[in-house]
């Protein structure tokens, strides 16, 4: 598949593309082609040249792709989406922007008026493209990592079954990830606002590159077996394949 990561030169986009860079033609695209360049360039270092990876100005970027990952900030979702409108077809859209400031004492859920930030892409973006709302809480650094087997699961809101379906796949080519449907687009404000918990949590408790995993309290696993993290997991929504 062809991906483009918007704004890819930033943190959680080098993750995706070192992570997808296996199976897919990453785009990584950028407001500066130089600067997509250049960083499909790092990337590719990374993955010892073995990848088929390439950047761009972040237009033609959503033009060649049938999936386009906005990796911008939220405060940029406007702009980057309104001057690109042109360039989107029917493609999957997949948002893990999340709207949220900090006041000083802690991050708090900045929702816009349309009730979340993957809402508001769907207001801007034409009819065609299908969005999906996903991996918000999904460390960059451990993206990047990539050999490092995630213990997190991720929480995928959409309305289009087919690009769930994709989405999921993706988030599957993640080691040790799991996907989890948490309902349509309109639900994907609670999936957005759980990052700021997650920061908050892990600044006042010490926890580094910190993910959420929901679990089975009817886990059987977890009181025996020290299984590697990947085999207690499964996608049915059990915890294990025990279970
Ligand atoms: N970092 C994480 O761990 C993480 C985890 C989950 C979700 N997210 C979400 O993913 C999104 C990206 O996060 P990030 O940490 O990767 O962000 P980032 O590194 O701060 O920025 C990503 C890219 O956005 C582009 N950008 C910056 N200012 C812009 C502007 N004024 N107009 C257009 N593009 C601009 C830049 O690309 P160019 O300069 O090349 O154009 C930059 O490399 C955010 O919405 C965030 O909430 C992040």
């Known amino acids: ?96 922007i999340v709207p949220m400031g900090y006041n000083g004492t802690f991050f708090h859920y900045n929702p816009p008026a349309e009730g979340s930030a993957a809402l508001m892409a769907k207001s801007m973006l034409p009819g065609g493209a299908k969005i999906v709302s996903a991996f918000h809480t999904i460390c960059a650094a451990a993206l990047q990592a990539k050999e490092r087997e995630l213990k997190a699961d991720t929480f995928l809101c959409g309305d289009d079954q087919e690009a769930l379906e994709l989405v999921t796949g993706l988030a599957l080519e993640i080691k040790s990830l799991r996907p989890l449907k948490a309902g349509p687009l309109a639900a994907s404000s609670m999936m957005e606002s759980l990052t700021p918990m997650l920061l908050n949590t892990a600044r006042k408790n010490k926890i580094k590159d910190a993910g959420i995993s929901i679990v089975s309290e009817r886990c059987i696993c977890r009181n025996t077996a020290p299984l590697p993290h990947a085999a207690t997991r499964n996608t049915e929504g059990n915890c294990c394949y025990d279970c």
């Open 1 to 96: 598949m062809k991906i483009a990561l918007v704004g890819g030169t930033g943190d959680i986009g080098t993750g995706f593309a070192v992570r997808w860079a296996a199976n897919h033609e990453i785009i990584i695209g950028s407001r500066k082609a130089d600067k997509a360049r250049e960083s499909a360039a790092m990337v590719l270092q990374m993955l010892d040249q073995k990848a088929n990876i390439w950047g761009t100005d972040n237009g033609r970027a959503i033009i060649e792709a049938e999936v386009v990952v906005l990796c911008v900030p939220y405060e940029n979702l406007s702009s980057v989406t309104g001057d690109l409108l042109g360039c989107y077809k029917s493609q999957v859209v997949i948002s893990p």
